[in-house]
């Protein structure tokens, strides 16, 4: 392939899991500019048996974007009970297994594919009372790490992008930006001085999702304006 080209991705079967929010909206458009054949499911995957659904419904599925979200609880540690625990684990890990167990043999026998796991840099860098949200979003880059490099040979690429302070309606809707506490939690916090703009997160995811990024196995990029860094 000629890399010098502007990438593409057309004709490319993507399924987005959980579209409806967080970035959802966002990839799903800038997958559709690109040439995608964006399949769009919506729906939570905590339920054991949807996520196996899912993929069924879909078909081919070229790039699996595992796209999961949950409110991040704020409980101090001391006070964060089992049930808190477990339902961010239900909603933000749980589905990863399944969601590999049926997507994967089509992958391997094609002898191509990709998994891009929207990711949290909360997992990065520690803050106060998100010790579960944190420990979820661990995983997820713990296990996209260790796939990464058992699919490489198949030609299966699998990483993550690790973001934090990407505006979007889920975790940074308009009454929280709008919050002068917020405001100026950006100025102390982001080198880059503004939220990152959807558009350039999901630039970057499509990129990930393109042939010209082939050559990434098992890694995880922070997309945070210089907070994971700072």
Known sequence: MDTSTPFTLTGRRILVT???????????EQFGKLGAIVIRDEQPLAEPEAAGRVVREAGVVDVLVMHLAYPAPSTRA???PDEEWR??????????????RAVLPQMIE??????LMMGSAAA???????????AARGAQLAWVQSAGVELAPHNIQVNAIAQNLVDNPTY???EVQANPKFQERIKREMPLGRLVSAQEDAAFAAYLCSD???CF??????????????
């Open 18 to 28: 959980q579209a409806g929010e967080f970035m959802g909206p966002a990839l799903c």
């Open 217 to 230: 196995v098992g890694q995880v990029f922070p997309v945070s304006g210089g907070w994971v860094t700072r």
């Open 87 to 100: 339902a961010v684990f239900a909603h933000l890990v749980d589905p990863i297994p399944r969601l590999a």
């Open 212 to 214: 010209v990024a082939n």
């Open 110 to 115: 094609r002898r191509s594919g990709k998994i």
């Open 78 to 80: 001391e006070e964060s």
């Open 124 to 134: 990065l860098r520690g803050q106060k009372r998100t010790t579960s949200y944190s």
């Open 172 to 174: 940074f809707p308009p």
